[in-house]
């Protein structure tokens, strides 16, 4: 592969990120007429268990600022976030008319009302709440788990798709870890050399997962990471940040570029968390019951986020530990306006990096902003903080 490999590739999530019709999954679809496609919100889905399903899983995360919002307006109160708006209006306006149902997982009120809404409006396909244990024990958080995976299956089953056997769920499960490997792989470069990796090309291209099938998006990060890994680049003296608090709404692309162009290598993120939320393989053992497998991995191997219940002072550790594991010099604190989630998790990880030493800046944001300009300059003032302090 080559570096113009990866360019190429580039081009391809950015003309997926910016089309708003997903005629792609109606391609998908008309080559697969048994399959179903199924719409997911941000947070922990079972992906694994939606493609045993023989189903593609299509992730929602708003119109970004390309959609102009009318109808959604109607439907939510004008000060939360931007994405329950953004994804009703797609719904109304025709956008999601190739999706045959739809799955809000366990994220905040907001997201829950959301699914309510989407049992009304869209009465005629396949809608479900796809809740969590906040209890992570065996004997009760993997229960109540285990029954939601069931549930869900027997849902989609219900709907026209296959149903999951054993064997189906472990070769989805296969296929999800040979993403997740390869994710890793890429990261791993964006760490060693963010000037090969910028911050805006890795998130287009994790955003196209949300899109493609999962074997088609594991070979296209593999390309791309060999093809960027060959690029010559200069390296900057650009301090290293790490970017929290978009695990759900995402960011604006120009605003990534923003950063970017203040000065600052986005060494790590939490953008599209969803398909990241699980740590390492599910099925070590081939042998092992695929659904057993899974429980285990969401109960013991799920990353740290606002949407997820850490007990006291977990969360504070994390941060710190990933500070540490990608090399950054200060953290951003990016979050949509009026996240609950993200703003009640943040004086517990802002006292954490203070009492480790690590600098941080805060900010909100929100899907179709415009305000690049501000943004700008805090992040500039911050970036050249962190030179300061680093020098002193």
Known sequence: MSPETADLIVERCRDLASDLSFADVAAWKADNPAGRAIGVLPGYGPLELIRAAGCLPVGLIGGGDGLEIIRGDAYFQSYICHIPRSVVELGLGGQLGALDGFVFPSTCDVIRNLSGMFQVLFADRYVKYFDVPQNFGPGLGGRFFRQELADLARGLESIGAQPVTNESLAAAIAEYDARRAATETLLRLRIDHPEKVPASEMTLLI???????????????????????????RVRDNPRVMLHGAFC??????????????GCYLVEDDFALQQRWIKGQILEDPTADPWDALTHAFLTRSRHSAIRYTPDGGKGEDIVARVR?????????????????SLLDLPMLTTALDDAGIPWTSFKYAENTGQFQGIREQAGTFSDSIRLWSEA
Do not use: K
């Open 325 to 341: 594991n990608c090399q950054a010099e200060g953290v951003i604190f990016a979050s949509p306006s009026f996240c609950d989630p």
């Open 207 to 233: 955003w196209a997962g949300h899109r493609l099938p999962v074997d088609v998006h594991t070979a296209m990060l593999l390309e791309y990471t060999e093809g960027a890994s060959q690029r010559v680049a």
């Open 249 to 262: 709404e995402q960011p604006p692309l120009d605003l990534v570029r923003t950063l970017e162009r203040a």
